[in-house]
């Protein structure tokens, strides 16, 4: 195979990364607290199919992993009393599961039967490293932009959220959710209010993602094309020299 072919190849594959990267990103666009993704590529050099003293190294490409947009989504009015939205970027609400705690901005909270602050999937919601329980017979929880939770005037409990100083450290976990995969430890945050009534919305933005998906699909398409006409040419030399011999 030709240089130009291998080239096109390792261009191809990253295309086909990044087209699933972006139909993701739109079937997410009304995911709350979605954040839109994108694939990181680079040049990466290595041997030419053919090579010799005189000729360089090629230059193929390289996916170089997925980056995550973490900027603040529209907030939403939804009136429901679980319901919470943090209005500041790189914080979030953390949330025990069976391999420790996660963090996530989907603040859409329900109560199980024991007055837990659960997630939609039933994980319990952390603040301040414990187990946010309320009383259901106190009626609704009214929370302050602090996270102190009230109860029919009496405090029963305090929401929080941390920060990390570098979100790389985030890996997408599944159901909204992020894992720290690093010994680096988050700080509980002062700074972000937790809004009642309201849900973060994805930050995505559809019109930027078809566009891109149509940019995708020519460039696929003009790759795939300059591959076939690689492997014509090649094709029609070695049968002229077939000839000629």
Do not use: C, W
Not at 120 to 133: C, M, T
Not at 177 to 197: F, K, W
Request: charged share 25%; aromatic share 4%.
């Amino acid at each position: 195979m030709e240089n130009a072919a291998y080239i096109g190849l390792s261009r191809q594959m990253t295309l086909r990364r990044e087209l699933d990267l972006v139909a993701n990103n739109i079937a997410n666009a009304d995911t709350t607290g979605f954040k839109v993704e994108q694939l990181l590529v680079s040049a990466e050099i290595g041997e030419r199919a053919r090579n010799d003293s005189i000729r360089p190294s090629a230059s193929f490409v390289l996916d170089n992993g997925v980056g995550r947009d973490f900027g603040q989504g529209s907030i939403k009015t939804t009136g429901r009393t679980l319901d919470f939205a943090l209005d500041g970027e790189g914080a979030f609400f953390v949330v025990q599961d069976a391999n420790g705690q996660a963090y996530t901005r989907d603040g859409a909270f329900t109560m199980d039967p024991e007055g837990r602050l659960t997630t939609k999937q039933g994980l319990p919601v952390l603040g301040g490293g414990a187990e946010i329980v309320l009383d259901p017979d106190l009626g609704p929880p009214s929370i302050g932009h602090d996270g102190s939770i009230t109860q029919n005037g009496r405090v029963t409990g305090q929401m929080s959220s941390v920060r990390f100083d570098a979100l790389g450290v985030l890996e997408k976990g599944g159901d909204g959710l992020y894992r720290n995969r690093s010994n680096v430890q988050p700080t509980e945050t002062t700074d972000v209010p937790i809004l009642q009534g309201m849900l973060e919305s994805s930050n995505v933005n559809p019109l930027v993602e078809i566009t891109n998906l149509v940019e995708i699909s020519r460039a696929y398409e003009s790759v795939s094309r300059m591959v076939e006409n690689t492997n014509d040419l090649s094709r029609r030399a070695v049968e002229r020299l077939g000839k000629a011999a």
